[in-house]
């Protein structure tokens, strides 16, 4: 890099452009080839950490033909787009996604593809493909694929380490097969099988440092000890409805009464109402920040035959307060309708 700024050693310089908002990064690479340079180097990055400054992101993606994510600013309430994933595959859902790393990554999934064996179209022929988007650069990258391919899988990140589990291998065949990734080696190595496998899609949250693994329509939860490396089974009486960890803490957003409740074991408490989110299909709900975010989803016409409204607002339940308030945030720009994928990315 030549010189940054006039008359600035480059490391002062550098610590400067680190207390810059990450989203305003393309902006400052327009000023010269050498701010450009700055911008995508590792050293602005280790600067930030020297300073102590970290950005926290909600990393969003909903159906698109070109598999857009989108990037949630909380503390300037606004939306930016990340670069298209290079996949062959379009229309990519049923995917895993996670963050660890400071990188986003993104696992499994189908999407419009060819099938290799037969050579015809096949949208439901799942993939082992795991893609990681790296901020500093700002590119995707294919690391090592997963041993098995697999879509409505449970996904999490226990202790830097990523953890997939169950779902399904094809439209008809669910797995119990289990698997954890190291992403500072960039390899996979099998894990003992679920104890319990169900024809429904899973999904996955980590509560007090371990991996429960969630059924839909089963009341028992699956739970990995990585220090054992074991699975157990417990029933611990959660109530149905969309599922959120939020600072350590189980909220359900109830299905029958539009309740958010936090849960602990069998034990239950009111937060606030979200009747208005009753009608909502494929709405992302994620604790983010110490809050409970409702992003997107689609409300279906009452009309025989009538089209679904896609939405692409924002709706935050304020848990930080003492009594908890809902507020809207700034709706996405790019994304809008069922949400395939949300993930929080620190950076």
């Keep these: 890099m030549s010189a940054l700024v006039e008359g600035l050693p480059d490391a002062i310089s550098l610590r400067c452009l680190a207390y810059i908002p990450y989203t305003l990064h393309p902006k400052l690479e327009l000023v010269s080839r050498s701010w450009k340079a700055a911008i995508r180097s590792a050293e602005l990055f280790r600067a930030r950490q020297e300073v102590g400054l970290y950005e926290d992101f909600l990393c969003v993606c909903s159906y698109h033909p070109n598999n857009t994510w989108q990037l949630y600013d909380p503390l300037h309430n606004l939306w930016t787009s990340l670069p298209e994933l290079p996949s062959k595959r379009t229309h990519l859902s049923y995917f895993g996604v996670v963050s660890t790393s400071q990188k986003l990554f993104v696992l499994g999934g189908r999407g419009d593809a060819v099938n290799p064996v037969t050579g015809d ?10 893609w990681s988007f790296d901020p500093i650069t ?4 294919l690391q090592a694929p997963m041993l098995e391919s697999r879509l409505m899988f449970a996904c999490c990140v226990v202790d830097g380490k990523i953890i997939v589990a169950g779902g399904f291998t094809s439209k008809s065949k669910s797995t ?7 992403s500072e080696k960039d390899v996979w190595i099998p894990l003992p099988d679920l104890l319990h496998t169900y024809h429904s899609t899973c999904t996955g949250l980590v509560i007090g440092g371990k991996m429960h ?9 699956q739970i990995f000890d990585s220090l054992e490396m074991k ?3 417990e029933d611990y009486g959660w109530l149905a409805g969309r599922k959120a960890v939020v600072g350590d803490s189980l909220y359900v957003m109830t299905l029958t009464r539009g309740f958010v409740v936090k849960q602990d074991g069998e034990d239950w408490q009111i937060i606030d109402s979200a009747t208005q989110f009753l009608r909502r299909m494929g709405m992302a709900v994620v604790g983010f920040r110490g809050d409970l975010y409702m992003i997107g989803g689609v409300i ?3 009309r025989a035959g009538g089209y679904l409204t896609k939405l692409s607002d924002v709706h935050v339940l304020k848990l930080r307060d003492e009594k908890p308030t809902w507020y809207c945030a700034a709706q996405m720009s ?3 309708g069922t949400v395939l994928g949300c993930t929080e990315l620190r950076i």
């Design 300 to 302: 279906p016409s009452n």
């Design 121 to 130: 179209p096949d949208d439901n022929f799942p993939t082992n493909e795991v």
């Design 138 to 141: 700002r590119t995707w990258s």
């Design 231 to 233: 699975w157990r089974v």
């Design 176 to 182: 119990s097969k289990a698997e954890m990734y190291d």
């Design 334 to 336: 790019r994304c809008h």
């Design 213 to 221: 693994v969630i059924y839909n329509g089963v009341t028992t939860v």
